[in-house]
T-cell receptor
Framework: GENVEQHPSTLSVQEGDSAVIKCTYS??????FPWYKQELGKRPQLIID?????GEKKDQRIAVTLNKTAKHFSLHITETQPEDSAVYFC?????????FGAGTRLTVKP | ETGVTQSPTHLIKTRGQQVTLRCSSQ?????VSWYQQALGQGPQFIFQ???????GRGNFPPRFSGLQFPNYSSELNVNALELDDSALYLC????????????FGQGTRLTVV
């Protein structure tokens, strides 16, 4: 089955800096790669996703890149703000059966 | 906020008991997936329901079972509860197909004592 690894487990940046979170997956059949943000005590919220026929996608300060050959994908957050502090999860799936990484706790220091 | 709702929000059960958790999917969605999220970990895929049938299962024992109803809502049943079943149980609603967005409910916090 699919196995997703996520790094780093914790990340601390200064406000305004960029943050990068990386994930690798094992099943070459996976074709959908969402990223979720989870604040303490709340549900995971979809922040951006990418499909296997696309190499890069951007939405304001957030971007995701996908390298199908290497089977890895990354989340990039630019101009970080304190409200970006949360746990971020990557996932890989084919038919909505998402397999998640272990999460990255991002702290943005003002 | 999504249109996915779960009940109850919190639950305390005794080891060996059985529990039923409920999830109402978002309007227009026909697929419900269930996840277990232990403290400090990522959600783990339990199973998915589509057209009222199980449509994929993760590495969970048969005492985890489910149902989907004609209105696409779903139940997760766990028999013979163990202490390690204590976790946040999340359902995610989506429209069946390759690479479609899934939206989570707020979760049910289950504590087994």
């Amino acid at each position: 089955g699919e196995n997703v690894e996520q790094h780093p487990s914790t990340l601390s940046v200064q406000e305004g800096d960029s943050a990068v979170i990386k994930c690798t997956y094992s099943d070459s059949a996976s074709n959908y790669f969402p990223w979720y943000k989870q604040e303490l005590g709340k549900r995971p919220q979809l922040i951006i996703d990418i499909r296997s026929n696309v190499g890069e996608k951007k939405d304001q300060r957030i971007a995701v890149t996908l390298n199908k050959t290497a089977k890895h994908f990354s989340l990039h957050i630019t101009e970080t703000q304190p409200e970006d502090s949360a746990v971020y999860f990557c996932a890989a799936s084919m038919y909505n059966d998402m397999r998640f990484g272990a999460g990255t706790r991002l702290t943005v220091k003002p | 906020e999504t249109g996915v709702t779960q009940s109850p929000t919190h639950l305390i059960k005794t080891r060996g008991q059985q529990v039923t958790l409920r999830c109402s999917s978002q309007s227009g969605h026909n697929t419900v997936s269930w996840y277990q999220q232990a403290l400090g970990q990522g959600p783990q895929f339990i199973f998915q329901y589509y057209r009222e049938e199980e449509n994929g299962r993760g590495n969970f024992p048969p005492r985890f079972s489910g149902l989907q109803f004609p209105n696409y809502s779903s139940e997760l049943n766990v028999n013979a509860l163990e202490l390690d079943d204590s976790a946040l149980y999340l359902c995610a609603s989506s429209f069946q197909g390759e690479g479609t967005e899934a939206f989570f409910g707020q979760g049910t916090r289950l504590t087994v004592v």
